[in-house]
């Protein structure tokens, strides 16, 4: 199939066993986020978003039911991938997600001032930087977990 790995789709290793202080550190990261006191909608979508970006159907599948949770609608939810394109979310939210898609493609634009300037008008800097540490949170378990090949559907 495109865009599956080749080979055995197992898990690699187990990497909470493996290294269960880096792992702990990662789940720490979460928790702060979580406390920040950012709307934890909010940083479900940004989750789902990231998480739809790398393509982590686990992530996308848990973050999904995270944010039906929260009260997130199953149409909010369904249209992420796309909201730059229908009026359901906020100036808030999209600045939120321009900053998100930016941060989780660090590599394309280097988050440029522009959408910087835009979630600064919406965010105050610990805001943005809970933020910030949020998407890179996420990132991160993306990475390590279609890396390890963990928790596939």
């Known amino acids: 199939m495109i865009g599956l790995p ?3 789709l197992g898990p690699r290793v187990d990497y909470a066993k493996v290294a269960p202080e880096g792992y702990d550190k990662l789940e720490q990261l979460s928790q702060y986020v979580d406390k920040s006191g950012l709307p934890r909608n909010l940083l479900e979508l ?9 393509g982590c159907t686990y992530c996308i599948k848990y973050h999904s039911a995270r944010a039906k949770a929260y009260g997130e609608s199953d149409e909010r939810i369904w249209l992420l991938s796309a909201w730059e394109r ?3 979310y906020t100036e808030k939210e999209k600045a939120a997600f321009a900053w998100t898609e930016e941060i989780t493609l660090i590599s394309k634009n280097h988050a440029p001032d522009t959408v910087y300037q835009e979630a600064r008008k919406f965010f105050s800097e610990k805001e943005l930087v809970d933020l910030t540490l949020a998407i890179i949170s996420i990132n991160a378990w993306n990475r390590i977990s279609i890396s390890m090949r963990d928790r596939l559907p």
Request: hydrophobic fraction near 40%; aromatic fraction near 0%.
């Open 46 to 54: 940004i989750r789902l978003r990231a998480s739809q970006i790398n």
């Open 6 to 8: 080749e080979g055995n």
């Open 86 to 88: 229908v009026p359901i």
